[in-house]
């Protein structure tokens, strides 16, 4: 389609302006955003969706690009200047005329970070602990998997002023030590004999370094606590204790690169109110490896001349049908297996083409109640009953016992 010269003019005027708008809105700044807040905002956004912890997430992984490309092109003051002009295109014509290629964005997220092989590691930097942390999980997602997020205060960078722990980013080398951080002192052990000794710095407090303005927000430590949100995938029939890595996300400082933070997943005690609001009776399984366990209460009359049906709700809603036929007798304490109603087996490619997930067993434990007391009528009729039978079928239990003879005269027929 032909456009007017003006037009034309005009269109590419506006894709420059927005393109001029997009690395901004990228890292969530505003054009007068200082170097600090670019480092600050590259720091948040690069860490949130780096590849490691949106494993298969394309989407997330693009973002990771773009935002180490837009750090890239705003952290430079020539290249910002250049990008503020003249916008994307004049940027991309910049490096190549410079004979600049693509950049790398794990190269930019290293570099930024201390990395050099690794997540945010750098060879010989010192690295940080780990962190532990256990997460309650309830049983109902640990059944059916669940996506989720918790939260955990850690130590941080402090974003104003950017670790250094200066108001005004002016940092001093220390008169006591020379900005070794350490002293050497002398100890006389006896008449002309001495000892050197190696002590920190109680100027600079080992840190080699003196401020000034200490930032108001640090008060000079050069890192604060903040509470952060994790989001946690609890896969489907995740094991109990399943320890979940996420890389270089313990306390944070600017003397070394972060550890790892440990998620262990444990198992919530049921809740009615919190965990239950499927009302299902899943909730109050109880699980032992791949099986899960269940204990139903059935009466006198229903253990002893069955005919009855219980339904029982699992966990993802579906009905597990529990019965006997009239005339089937259900002892105490009698265990019976449900084949393929446990938890589902656990396996790293989940329900894929490559897996089918399998289940383990439910076990239905029966407890039989027996009544406290009886109406007049009804012990009437029970004993009649019990009594011609009896004298018809009965067991003598003395003898099937095989316990010695008494001076009793035992009934030839004791019980059924």
């Known amino acids: 389609m032909w456009l007017p010269t003006p037009l034309l003019v005009l269109l590419c005027i506006l894709q420059l302006a927005a393109c001029t708008e997009d690395f901004y809105n990228l890292l969530g700044i505003d054009k007068q955003a ?58 991309q014509q910049k490096k190549q005329g410079g004979g600049g290629g693509g950049h790398d964005p794990f190269d930019v997220f290293s570099r930024f970070f201390g990395g050099g092989g690794g997540f945010g590691q750098q060879q010989g930097q010192r690295r940080g602990p780990d962190m532990e942390v256990r997460v309650g999980v309830p049983l109902r997602d640990f059944y059916n998997g669940h996506t989720t997020e918790f939260q955990l205060e850690k130590q941080e960078i402090c ?8 108001a005004d980013g002016q940092v001093d080398t220390c008169g006591g030590c020379g900005g070794r951080g350490v002293k050497i002192q002398k100890h006389m052990l006896a008449p002309g004999i001495y000892q050197q000794v190696q002590v920190a710095c109680d100027v600079c407090g080992g840190q080699g370094k003196t401020i000034k303005h200490k930032c108001t927000t640090c008060d000079g430590s050069r890192h604060v606590r903040k509470v952060n949100t994790f989001s946690l995938v609890v896969e489907r029939g995740a094991p109990k204790g399943q320890r979940i890595k996420y890389e270089n996300d313990a306390d944070e400082s600017p003397d070394y690169y972060a550890g790892d933070l440990w998620v262990t997943l444990v198992e919530k005690d049921p809740s009615l109110d919190e965990d239950n609001e499927l009302k299902v009776d899943g909730t ?62 656990w396996h790293e490619d989940g329900d894929s083409v490559y897996h089918t997930t399998e289940f383990g067993d439910l076990l239905v434990e029966y407890t039989i109640i027996l009544p406290d007391e009886m109406e007049k009528g ?27 003879e008494g001076s009793v005269t035992a009934p030839a027929k004791d019980e059924l």
């Open 378 to 404: 009804m012990e009437k009729d029970f004993w009649a009953l019990w009594e011609k039978w009896r004298k018809k079928n009965g067991v003598d239990l003395q003898k099937d016992s095989g316990r010695p």
């Open 284 to 345: 109050f399984f109880r699980r032992k490896g791949n099986d899960l366990y269940w204990n139903e209460v059935l009466s006198l009359r229903e253990a002893w001349m069955g005919g009855w049906t219980r339904n029982l709700t699992h966990m993802d809603g579906h009905i597990v049908a529990l019965n006997r036929p009239r005339g089937s007798v259900v002892q105490p304490g009698h265990i019976e297996r449900v084949t393929g109603e446990g938890m589902p087996k």
């Open 34 to 91: 200082s170097n600090r807040d670019i480092k600050s905002a590259y720091r948040r956004l690069s860490k949130k969706y780096h590849p490691d912890k949106n494993p298969g997430n394309t989407t997330a992984k693009q973002k990771f690009v773009e935002i180490a490309e837009a750090y890239e092109a705003l952290s430079d003051p020539d290249s910002r200047k250049v990008y503020d002009q003249y916008g994307y295109e004049g940027l």
């Open 159 to 166: 974003d104003k002023c950017d670790g250094s722990g200066s």
